[in-house]
């Protein structure tokens, strides 16, 4: 795009990508991100992670061979609204038979598309504890704009409470070590997960294995705790039989050093009684 060429101010267009790293070694491995954003002058959305770093620098997983790694890009472009509406037409910059067909969308379906978690909730009212919520609750909604689009018709303080409950759950499994599940933590990530289920009007299908995997985690933990002691009493123990063994050897060597030398002083040696008088005879 030349300069004479940039859009006007407040320019925005509606996009479905779908983004493919391919893993040369399995295709079945490779990685696709697949999403329908808006994106305009005022407003700036990033990406999210495809694949730990360490994964990626492994040449043995496939997705860099040979200092070379393949990314596919699908993407469909919309005009802006104004355009859309007077013409109706769709630009395309570049697709793919591969490409999900998004379908047709009612108008309520569009306008909420356009909408952000930050046109849904009041950043000011969340506490300091809550922000550190919001990047996390963003890089969900880009990945999965249903979140926003179930929201869009609810009160402030519905939805308020929804988001601020998805954060926690989010925070608990991006934060949270696995040793970090004791009762307490899970209880609170188990009521949480249940409210949301029940009331939030979320589709968190593709949450919930993850949620279940850490409630899972606090037998695991506990089981881990009873073993890793059990495995330092085997040690503390296998080292004091090695001291008592090492003893006894130290023991019997005493012992044939004693007998050798009694049977020296054995020979032609008479017992006699300490306890008898010594006594004497006047006549």
Known sequence: MVADSLPAYGWNRNAH??????????????????????????????????????????????????NTCIIEAHINVQASQQRESSNNK????????????????????????????????????????????????EEACVWHPSLIRSQSKRTARFKSWAFTSLGQVLHILKTSKVKDMDEETSKNLKGLWEELVMASGFDLAWLEPYVESALGMKNHVEKTLQVNKLKESMVALDTKMKKLRGELVDAEVE????????????????????????CYSIY
Do not use: M
């Not at 954003?37 to 860099?64: A, C, E, I, P, T």
């Not at 769709?90 to 309520?108: A, K, M, R, Y």
């Open 255 to 278: 012992f044939e050093e004693a007998k050798r030398a009694l049977d020296e002083l054995s020979k032609g040696h008479i017992d006699i009684d300490l306890n008898a008088d010594l």
């Open 90 to 137: 769709v630009h395309v910059i570049e697709t793919s038979d591969e490409s999900s067909p998004t379908g047709s969308c009612g108008s309520s379906e569009t306008d909420s598309s356009d909408l952000t978690l930050r046109d849904l909730l009041d950043l000011e009212s969340l506490r300091n504890e809550e922000l550190d919520f919001v990047p996390l609750l």
């Open 17 to 66: 990508f779908k983004l493919v790293l391919v893993n040369q070694i399995d295709d079945n491995r490779s990685v696709v991100k697949e999403t329908h954003q808006k994106f305009n002058g005022g407003y700036r959305s990033w990406g999210s992670l495809f694949v730990n770093l360490s994964d990626f620098n492994d040449s043995k997983q496939g997705y860099l061979v040979n």
